[in-house]
């Protein structure tokens, strides 16, 4: 039989042909998806296979480790909810904070302008001032800050009004809110706080922590070695950390001499720690105590000069750390009973920023006259708020420290800072509490703001009974709000000395009378007496625990914030600037190896200070490694070497080594020449011309010359060929050495007017290779002519002779109040059109040329209505030199020699000039 098997050729019904499209279009589908599976099995997933089989524990690690990461922090964040509440109260708090205080319509007297800032420009980050960002104990840093004016009843009183505090609420200082105020109080005694009930002493066996002092382990291992301190103790506290490390790390072995502090002051210096922080450093505590297997971490050991005293952490009351080491500090004087003066020092002078600010002497820092004596709290953007530190300066030329300033800022880094205290808003509440009280009673907070300290360092005078008594009723109101309110005993401070009831007392010179405050007391310059008046005595003797108190004897003391270690060394205060003295500051920048230090302390400085009764201020910045010299073609560049007095390091390659060493050199002789050392900075590396404005002008003429040196045309020109290399050396050189000095002008020299009180009456800027050849009599320059802006040398016997268009730029001495434009003179060259420039010397100067260093001085200076007076110069008697090493022995030769025609410099027969010398 024969079957048709055409399907063309057969009757298909539609129902039919559908069902067999369908039917190929499945058949073509799975086709192409089977060879789609093939492919990515044959070429992608059977790789990955093997991969996987190589590297699969690999990622099992991998993803295990992510795993334990985010349920780790899941876990965290969930335990610390807290602290996320703690900042949403913050934020709640700051807010109408700010706006109430921004917003706030105070009144203000212009006539009675009463912040202390001199200048009307303020420094920004200190980026290389030694130490000054570094907190203190309750200085936390922020930026954020508010301007508060004065009150129109009483216009140096700058402070909160009724109703305008850090909230609309109403607090009452005598409702506890701190997290621990229901903790027992730990102290007992016949010493009564002034803000409470609350009695203070160890007395009795009421706590542990008193028990702790009066148990037999106290009295056997710790009370013998306290006992022996019979003049002078130096004690703090430090809990955790790093601070056993501290004490014997190479910057405290280098910066602090114990062999000498041992001999002054004996084994005084302890520092009270805990038994784990004992244990923690065995290799340490082994190092200098020995290997004694019957030693016990509770024994006192002894690194350095320190006596360390383990405290069980069982008698500690407190949760919180930091209110244990207040109670330490504040209830430690029990410790020395029979010690004369009781000094409490902060554990954090022994870090590396801060160890080189501890006392040489700590009798240096005793006041006899004083019961308490302690730093006014610095005028800094990491105490009262950058902020509002610009706002007062713009509006009154000064400012003076706010409380309400303080508070604000410690609140403002709790934004970043959480651990900053233990209650956010107990820490706000306080703050407010205490504003409202005072200017309820007062009807100004002034009183606030004279209390402002550092608590970081305290003197305890306890010599007389009527000091010790004062002493221990402070102590235990302080301790009282700290129990009762946050820990930060800055913001208590200023409210237990307002309770004491002693009245702020000032001189407004040396030696005369003290006077009540009023618009001319000055927190940088002037001591900060509080004193028992006759007014004043049935308040302090209230609850009859203060029994012999002595008509104008100085309770307190605040001494003058120009003295706070931020600026100086502790026991080394600058200047006493209530003194009428002229005052000259010298600004030195450049490069260390060209720096001439021979002469400086012997023909400038002492001849001013102990001869001419002028203070001196020394402001120098230095670059270890330095770039291609303007000369350095000459033969005798080859030669250069560090000046004579640093021969020590001649051959040093560690450029960490000699920064440090001739920091530590050119402040101790400029110190021991009498002078006062406003600001040293050493870096390692050259000045970088990276200022937005010049890369912009550099890229500009790069664009318009490829070919050239994008230096060869500004600020000076020169287009001899021959010149044509050195010329861009010294352009390049010049910018560095102007920058250098802008940086020295805004970092330091204006922070030393702003927040030390300086006022200078010159301003002296000099070339760093310049050497002193005989003594400098400013008086006698200044005679020249009186009525001048500035003084330069003449240097009219000069090769090629200097033109009536140019001033010579190794030196100028000119007044204060036109000094900025040599302070930013770096500003001022690239605003200057060195186009016209060119143009003024067309005639002067030598064909292809156009206005070198001199002749840019000239035309900056005329441009800003400079007078400036060319002197002889025997007058300012200098020369431009070079420390040269030649046959392994060390000279100075002259390399710029300058002169005048009237009243010549004598010049010493074995100071060869550079040229002149056979190598």
């Not at 009183?447 to 009974?465: E, P, R």
């Not at 260390?592 to 102990?610: C, N, R, T």
Request: net charge neutral; with cysteine; aromatic share 10%.
């Amino acid at each position: 039989m024969n079957i048709d098997r055409s399907w063309n050729k057969t009757k298909k019904t539609p129902d039919d042909v559908g069902t067999i499209i369908r039917t190929k279009l499945r058949h073509t589908v799975g086709s192409i998806t089977k060879c789609f599976y093939k492919f990515i099995a044959q070429f992608m997933l059977k790789p990955m296979y093997k991969l996987l089989r190589i590297k699969l524990p690999v990622y099992v690690i991998f993803l295990g480790t992510i795993c334990i990461v985010i349920i780790s922090q899941s876990i965290i964040m969930y335990s610390n909810h807290s602290i996320f509440m703690k900042l949403n109260d913050v934020m709640d708090a700051i807010n109408p904070m700010q706006n109430i205080l921004l917003n706030g319509n105070y009144n203000s007297n212009d006539n009675n302008p009463v912040a202390f800032t001199t200048a009307s420009d303020l420094i920004g980050n200190a980026d290389f001032s030694t130490g000054v960002d570094e907190l203190s104990d309750d200085a936390i840093g922020a930026a954020g800050g508010t301007d508060s004016d004065n009150d129109s009843n009483n216009p140096y009183n700058v402070g909160a009004k009724e109703g305008f505090f850090f909230s609309n609420m109403t607090y009452d200082y005598r409702e506890c809110t701190s997290p621990e105020s229901h903790v027992p109080w730990p102290l007992e005694g016949n010493i009564h706080s002034k803000t409470s009930d609350l009695t203070c002493g160890m007395e009795s066996d009421s706590s542990p922590f008193t028990s702790f002092f009066h148990s037999q382990l106290w009295k056997t291992k710790f009370e013998p070695l306290t006992k022996k301190c019979k003049k002078l103790a130096v004690f703090g506290v430090a809990f955790g950390g790093n601070f056993v490390k501290d004490l014997d790390a190479p910057h405290v072995q280098t910066l602090v001499n114990a062999t000498d502090l041992l001999r002054r002051h004996g084994q005084c210096f302890f520092i009270l720690t805990t038994e784990d922080d004992i244990q923690n450093n065995a290799a340490i505590i082994k190092k200098y105590n020995g290997d004694e297997k019957e030693r016990s971490f509770i024994d006192p050991v002894i690194i350095g000069h320190n006596t360390l005293i383990p405290i069980p952490r069982e008698v500690l009351p407190y949760h919180n750390p930091r209110r244990n080491v207040k109670l330490l500090k504040y209830m430690g004087q029990y410790m020395f009973q029979d010690t004369e003066t009781v000094i409490w020092q902060d554990a954090k002078f022994f870090r590396d920023d801060f160890v080189s600010k501890q006392p040489v002497n700590y009798e240096d820092m005793i006041d006899d006259d004083a019961c308490v004596a302690a730093m006014g709290l610095p005028v800094h953007k990491i105490t009262v708020g950058l902020a509002n530190i610009r706002r007062g300066i713009q509006k009154n030329g000064r400012y003076r420290a706010q409380y309400e300033h303080h508070c604000q800022t410690i609140i403002a880094a709790l934004i970043d800072r959480p651990n900053v205290t233990d209650s956010s808003e107990n820490l706000i509440r306080q703050c407010d509490a205490y504003l409202q009280h005072v200017y309820q009673q007062e009807g100004n907070i002034e009183t606030m703001n004279q209390g402002l300290i550092d608590s970081a360092f305290i003197v305890w005078n306890h010599k007389t009974q009527s000091c010790r008594d004062f002493s221990s009723a402070f102590r235990c109101t302080i301790m009282d709000q700290i129990q009762c309110h946050s820990d930060r005993d800055q913001v208590s401070i200023p409210f237990a000395m307002y309770t004491m009831g002693v009245s702020g007392m000032y001189s407004q010179r040396k030696g005369e009378n003290l006077r009540k405050i009023d618009e001319s007391w000055d927190q940088r310059i002037h001591d900060l007496d509080f004193i028992v008046t006759d007014n004043d005595k049935n308040k302090i003797t209230a609850n009859n625990d203060v029994k012999s108190v002595v008509e104008d004897e100085v309770m307190l003391r605040v001494t003058r914030s120009s003295c706070h270690w931020y600026f100086s060394r502790l026991g080394n205060c600058r200047t006493d600037l209530t003194e009428e003295k002229p005052t000259v500051a010298l600004l030195v920048a450049g490069s260390a190896k060209q720096y001439v230090f021979d002469g400086l302390s012997e023909h400038f400085i002492k001849p001013l200070v102990k001869e001419q009764n002028t203070e001196v201020d020394y402001y120098l910045m230095l670059s270890v490694k330095q770039g291609l010299a303007y000369r350095s073609s000459e033969a005798y560049m080859k030669h250069e070497t560090y000046d004579p007095n640093f021969s020590v390091i001649a051959g040093e390659k560690d450029s960490g080594k000699v920064t440090a060493y001739l920091f530590d050199k050119i402040r101790n002789s400029v110190r021991l020449a009498g002078a006062n050392v406003g600001g040293i900075h050493i870096q390692p590396q050259p000045m970088k011309l990276d200022p937005r404005v010049l890369r912009k002008k550099q890229l500009d003429a790069k664009r318009a010359r490829p070919k050239e040196d994008s230096y060869y045309r500004f600020p000076t020109l020169d287009l001899r060929p021959e010149f044509r290399r050195r010329t861009a050396v010294a352009n390049r050189n010049l910018f560095k050495l102007y920058l250098g000095l802008q940086k020295l002008w805004e970092k330091h020299l204006i922070a030393s007017e702003h927040f030390i009180g300086v006022s200078y009456d010159y301003i002296m800027v000099l070339r760093e290779d310049v050497k002193w050849m005989n003594d400098f009599n400013l008086e006698k320059v200044i005679a020249t002519n009186p009525s001048a802006d500035a003084y330069v040398l003449s240097c009219d016997l000069r090769d090629p002779p200097i033109i009536a268009n140019e001033y010579n730029d190794y030196g100028i001495i000119i007044r204060r109040e036109k000094a900025a434009v040599v302070g930013r003179y770096f500003d001022e060259i690239i605003k200057t059109d060195f186009n016209a420039c060119h143009d003024s010397v067309k005639g002067m100067a030598a064909n292809d040329t156009g206005c070198n260093s001199g002749m840019l001085f000239y035309w900056i200076m005329e441009r800003n209505n400079v007078t400036v007076q060319r002197v002889p110069q025997s007058l300012f008697p200098i020369e431009r030199a070079v420390n040269l090493a030649i046959n392994k022995t060390s000279s100075v030769c002259i390399h710029r020699y300058c002169q005048s025609k009237e009243d010549p410099l004598q010049v010493p027969e074995n100071l060869q000039i550079c040229d002149s010398i056979q190598l």
